[in-house]
């Protein structure tokens, strides 16, 4: 079993609606999680991070995390095309540092 | 901003060859990372530092090793490069926990 688990897609929905990603991890001691959006062909860029239960919103963005389920999930309100990209989920386990274990991505299309 | 530089976009290497690819950050950050990526395998760590000096393996290291001479500087080698090793090589840096941590511009290397 991987211990960060994405759908790798495609994930395709129309302008304005919500996307919804979603990632799990194998590792309990996991304590902090994090959405990165890579555009074709960039390098991978922060958008939001989650360590506690519950949703953490910023703009159009809301992770939500339950830690009981070893479940993280990214949505996207209002999807533009512009949010077209690859979304990462990568964790973070206790006592491992700045060490980062990322998932494979998920592919996001968002049609006009 | 931080900034984080890699010292090739694209580099064309032949098997056996030795291979240098430099990453350089301006922020002054303790921790640095090289990730290789893969289509369908996501970001995989290659080896970290915390410290000037110092180097831990990451999840793939056979094939490759590390330099990190000074600070702001560090440096992934590939001994004798592999058609295998291609790939897109991104460096990142961080400085505390992961939530800071940014990438570079990558390097696609491909080995013949």
Redesign the interface.
């Known amino acids: 079993q991987k211990e960060v688990e994405q759908n790798s897609g495609p994930l395709s929905v129309p302008e304005g609606a919500i996307a919804s990603l979603n990632c799990t991890y194998s590792d309990r001691g996991s304590q902090s999680f994090f959405w990165y959006r890579q555009y074709s062909g960039k390098s991978p860029e922060l958008i939001m991070f989650i360590y506690s239960n519950g949703d953490k919103e910023d703009g159009r963005f809301t992770a939500q995390l339950n830690k009981a389920s070893q479940y993280v999930s990214l949505l996207i309100r209002d999807s533009q095309p512009s949010d077209s990209a690859t979304y990462l989920c990568a964790v973070n386990i206790r006592n491992q540092g700045g060490k980062l274990i990322f998932g494979q991505g998920t592919e996001l299309s968002v049609k006009p | 901003d931080v900034k984080v530089t890699q010292s090739s976009r694209y580099l064309v290497k032949r098997t056996g060859e030795k291979v240098f690819l430099e990453c350089v950050q301006d922020m002054d950050h303790e921790?640095m990372?090289w990730?290789r990526q893969d289509p369908?395998?996501?970001?995989?760590?290659i080896y970290?530092s915390?410290d000037v000096k110092m180097k831990e393996k990451?999840?793939i290291p056979e094939g490759y090793s590390v330099s990190r001479e000074k600070k702001e500087r560090f440096s992934l080698i590939l001994e004798s490069a592999s058609t295998n090793q291609t790939s897109m090589y991104?460096c990142a840096s961080?400085q505390?926990?992961?939530?800071t941590?940014?990438?570079?511009?990558?390097t696609r290397l491909l080995v013949l």
């Open positions: 921790n990372f990730y369908g395998l996501g970001l995989r760590l970290f915390y990451g999840d991104l961080s505390g926990g992961p939530e941590q940014y990438f570079g511009p990558g």
